[in-house]
C-alpha cells in the first residue's frame, strides 16, 4: 500500500481520484515539481515551493493560493514515514480546480497532490555518460509556459518520443537557432574551463538543480557564463552535462548524428561538480 496527500488528507494512492471536470485534467492546468528525498529528507524543498510559487504569483493558472513551505514539508515527512521510503522521489503538483468550462470560475478550489516513489539513481550513466539527440521540434522562445513547469506536458513528450531511442534525452532549439535546454532537464557545455548555460532569459525552466549547479561551480572560483549559444558552439565544447533533481548531473558522452565523443576530458568538470553537489545533501536539507 503506498500512500499519499490529497488535498491535505493523507489517503492511499489507490482510492484517490480527479473529478472529471477538473481543469488540469481537462487543459493540463496545473503545475507540479519533481523532488528528490535523500536519507528520508527533502533536498532543496524550499527552492521548489519557491518555484511553484513563482508560477502561481504568475497568474498563469488563475488566482491560486500560494502553497506553505512548512506545510508541504511536515506532509512529505509523513509520507515519507508511512511509505518507508527514505530514498524517493516526491511530486507535488497542483490543479486549477474544476469548472464547467475553459473559462475559469471566479473562485478557484485547487485539487493538491502529493506523492512519493522510491528511486534508483542512475549511477551507471553518471560514470559512463549519456548519449543526446537534436529534437526536430523548434520551440518558439516567446512561449509564455515554457519557463514553468506545468502539467501540459505534451510538448516535452513529444519531443522525447520522436528522437532516437539510443538517445537518452532530447536538445531542444529554438527557431533561431540557439540551444535551449532538454525536454526534461537544464544543459551546460564547458569550453576553455569556462561553463556555459542557456540563460533564463530565454523562457527554460529555471532548474532548481541548475541554479545549485551554477553557485556550486562559483564557490568553487569556477568560471560560470549564462549566455545564448548555437549548435556549432555546442559541437566544439570539451564537456557537455545535463541536470534535474532526480538524474542530478549526468555527463554527454555523445549527440547522435555529430560529434561522438565527449569523454577526453574524462568527464571532470561534471564529476567534480557531481561530487560537490551531492556533499551538499544533508548539509542543505532545507
Known amino acids: 500500500m503506498a500512500f499519499m496527500f490529497f488535498n491535505n488528507e493523507l489517503i492511499d494512492e489507490s482510492s484517490a481520484y480527479i473529478p472529471i471536470n477538473d481543469r488540469g485534467f481537462m487543459y493540463g492546468e496545473s503545475v507540479f515539481t519533481t523532488i528528490r528525498c535523500y536519507n528520508g529528507q527533502p533536498f532543496l524543498l524550499n527552492k521548489h515551493c519557491d518555484r511553484i510559487n513563482a508560477t502561481i504569483n504568475s497568474g498563469i493558472l488563475g488566482n491560486l493560493d500560494a502553497i506553505n513551505y512548512e506545510k508541504i514539508k511536515s506532509q512529505i515527512t509523513t509520507l515519507i514515514e508511512n511509505n518507508q521510503y527514505k530514498d524517493g522521489i516526491c511530486k507535488i503538483r497542483i490543479t486549477g480546480g474544476t469548472s464547467d468550462g475553459p473559462i475559469r470560475p471566479k473562485q478557484q478550489h485547487p485539487n493538491i497532490l502529493i506523492t512519493l516513489q522510491p528511486y534508483t539513481p542512475p549511477q551507471r550513466l553518471q560514470q559512463n555518460g549519456i548519449i543526446l539527440d537534436i529534437a526536430n521540434h523548434r520551440r518558439n522562445k516567446k512561449s509564455k509556459t515554457t519557463s514553468h513547469k506545468l502539467g501540459n506536458f505534451l510538448e516535452n513528450i513529444i519531443v522525447r518520443n520522436e528522437i532516437n531511442t539510443k538517445a537518452y534525452e532530447a536538445i531542444i532549439i529554438s527557431l533561431t537557432g540557439e540551444i535551449l535546454e532538454c525536454a526534461c532537464s537544464n544543459i551546460f557545455a564547458v569550453k576553455n574551463e569556462v561553463i556555459f548555460t542557456p540563460p533564463l532569459s530565454e523562457n527554460i525552466l529555471p532548474g532548481i538543480t541548475r541554479s545549485k549547479i551554477i553557485n556550486i561551480s562559483k564557490e568553487q572560483n569556477m ?15 570539451d564537456e557537455i552535462f545535463i541536470t534535474n533533481c532526480a538524474i542530478e548531473i549526468l555527463p554527454v558522452l555523445q549527440i547522435l548524428g555529430y560529434k561522438s565523443d565527449f569523454s577526453s576530458t574524462s568527464f571532470s568538470t561534471a564529476n567534480r561538480l557531481l561530487k560537490s553537489y551531492q556533499s551538499n545533501i544533508g548539509v542543505n536539507q532545507k
Open 223 to 237: 568560471q560560470v557564463r549564462e549566455q545564448s549559444f548555437n549548435l556549432e558552439f555546442l559541437l566544439t565544447a
